[in-house]
């Protein structure tokens, strides 16, 4: 159960003329995908990735899929029995190809999702970078900060 977005706040490239660039990967039980070097528009992806736990913690989803920009890859989560969450890192034409599969704790993963978003805003923040994409990144981190403190 060891499943973490990974995210390398110190090294976002933030410019006005596009959105935010920076490596953002998922690990699952060792495994990265879909590399550790995978460079993606990575406030707009984190904000995927935020509303998907959302979507399956409190609002009442069983399936989400969260893709990356580029290239065939995402990642379907589904909510399991007992607070789990089922991560299948999917690849290849249509995206059928399982790469990898792990399962999470659904409260420790978003926590440790909410913690990657508050490093990579304030990064933004401190490079004085603003987009209406951070703003929504903002407004997910809420919603989900908010859902888990009422748990």
């Known amino acids: 159960m060891n499943v973490h977005l990974i995210v390398d706040a110190a090294n976002i490239d933030a410019?006005?003329?596009?959105?935010?660039?920076?490596?953002?990967?998922?690990?699952?039980?060792?495994?990265?995908?879909?590399?550790?070097d995978w460079s993606d528009f990575v406030v707009v992806v984190l904000r995927w990735w935020l509303?998907?736990?959302y979507n399956l913690t409190v609002g009442g989803r069983k399936r989400e899929i969260v893709n990356f920009m580029d290239g065939p890859y995402s990642v379907?989560?589904?909510?399991?029995?007992?607070?789990?969450?089922?991560?299948?890192?999917?690849?290849?034409?249509?995206?059928r190809?399982?790469?990898a599969e792990a399962e999470a704790d659904a409260a420790s993963f978003a926590?440790?999702?909410l913690?990657?978003?508050?490093?990579v805003l304030a990064a933004c923040r401190e490079s004085g970078w603003t987009s209406p994409d951070l703003d929504e990144l903002q407004n997910s981190a809420d919603a989900l900060e908010r859902a888990f403190a009422t748990q």
């Open 51 to 53: 509303r998907a736990v």
């Open 97 to 99: 190809n399982v790469f």
């Open 115 to 119: 913690k990657r978003a508050k490093a």
């Open 111 to 113: 926590g440790d999702l």
């Open 15 to 36: 410019r006005a003329s596009r959105p935010a660039l920076g490596c953002i990967y998922i690990s699952m039980d060792g495994t990265d995908f879909p590399s550790s």
């Open 76 to 95: 379907e989560i589904e909510k399991e029995a007992d607070g789990i969450l089922r991560f299948r890192a999917l690849t290849g034409d249509g995206r």
